[in-house]
């Protein structure tokens, strides 16, 4: 039944607009659209009233490691298929909140093998099997190296919080580094209160002073379009997604400002897991940039923040960024600033999770199961990396 509703979803998708969908549904439409939010709180559901976390990863064993062998092939590939597609004709667009302009949508593939290659907690999120006791870190598979290059551990602490940083120097041949950063929190496992401290500016800058704004411009006007296009669940479910743009104030070591625009969104996962993701915009949708003066454009490269529950009020997260500031700035200047502001983000974030707003996450996840079983619309934020 699942694998004949599929095959009818995918028929309905070329048979109407391919993305550049229009907001009115027509009958068939809405009543796939109503279908696959059933089947989403279905699997939901199912999974939450399963057995317990032992005998959930005993049964996911044999598909993850399947999932594994093809994943040691594809991670070894270089990142040269694009994630965007300038040619019109190819592009797959979606409508945003505001009328007349549409989103391009990435190739999600494409991009969740990127992020699935440069962080391992990311990788089990998506493949299941990993939350719970004895898992997140202590479940990963640190073996899959992307392009087999070698991680460079800078920092190293079991007794620090954040326990672990890693870099690759010139990842891609594209200049800045990759970073990684680990870390084991206490507090509620909810992706979207982790992305409030990237996208809302009063949290941001209690971590990041260089911060001057975060605008949200372009929510997607409906997430089923991006759902669809994710494959009907299989990177999860996504809650957010839309255009974004970030403007940061002159560095007082003479860094002037800079701009970005990007793509971002919050996937959730049936066993509480999360992931945060973003990825720069191209040349060709600069139209979408606010009005008023340029600044020296930084791109994120690749950006996700993976979170698995380790048990009620515990997670991991792993935080992945390659951040190029732009200019004429050495990568080894810029680098050590990247590095030390995303542990800020972990400081400022741990006592929010473990006791202030402990209980505000706790009533957020209990507000949005009694919202996802009334089938409620979701509303679009966005965040910037």
């Known amino acids: 039944t699942t694998t004949h509703h599929k095959q009818h979803l995918l028929v309905v998708r070329r048979r109407t607009t391919g993305f550049t969908a229009r907001p009115c549904l027509n009958g068939t439409q809405s ?100 939350s719970g006791e004895g898992g997140g870190f202590a479940a990963v598979d640190d073996t899959i190296l992307p392009e087999g290059q070698k991680w460079k551990n800078l920092e ?61 411009l372009y929510p997607i006007n409906d997430l089923d379009a991006a759902n669809i296009a994710m494959g ?26 800079r701009e970005q625009l990007t793509l971002c969104g919050i ?34 490269h690749l950006f996700s923040i993976a979170l698995v529950p380790t048990g009620e009020d515990s997670f991991d997260a792993e935080y992945s960024l390659q951040l190029d500031f732009g200019g004429n700035l050495p990568h080894w200047m810029t680098a050590p600033l990247v590095l030390d502001s995303v542990k800020s983000m972990f400081g400022v974030a741990q006592p929010f999770f473990e006791t202030d707003g402990s209980d505000e996450v706790k009533q957020m996840i209990l507000e949005e199961k009694i919202q996802g079983e009334k089938f409620e619309d979701r509303n679009s934020i966005l965040f910037t990396p």
């Open 232 to 257: 009907f669940g299989k990177y999860g479910d996504c809650k957010k997604l839309g255009v974004g743009y970030t403007k940061t104030k002159a560095h007082p070591i003479g860094i002037s400002p």
């Open 156 to 216: 190293k602490s079991k007794r620090k919080m954040v326990s672990q940083v890693d870099r690759i120097d010139n990842f891609q041949n594209l200049g800045p580094p990759l970073l990684r950063w680990r870390a084991s929190m206490k507090g509620p496992c909810h992706g979207m209160a982790f992305a409030d401290f990237i996208m809302n500016v009063d949290k941001r800058q209690m971590w990041d002073p260089q911060i001057e704004s975060v605008c949200e």
């Open 31 to 130: 009543f796939i659209l109503l279908y696959y939010r059933s089947s989403i709180m279905m699997e939901m559901m199912s999974s939450s009233s399963r057995a317990s976390t032992s005998s959930r990863r005993g049964r996911s064993f044999c598909l993850r490691s399947m999932l594994m062998v093809a994943f040691h092939v594809a991670a070894s590939s270089a990142f040269s298929t694009p994630i965007f597609q300038e040619t019109a004709t190819l592009q797959r667009t979606a409508p945003s909140k505001t009328v007349g302009v549409e989103i391009e949508l990435p190739d999600f593939d494409e991009m969740f093998r990127r992020i699935q290659a440069v962080s391992p907690l990311a990788r089990l999120a998506v493949q299941g099997g990993g």
């Open 267 to 300: 996937q959730e996962m049936h066993d509480g897991s999360a992931l945060i993701w973003g990825t720069e915009l191209e040349e060709w949708h600069n139209h979408l940039m606010p009005a008023g003066e340029r600044h020296t454009r930084a791109r994120s």
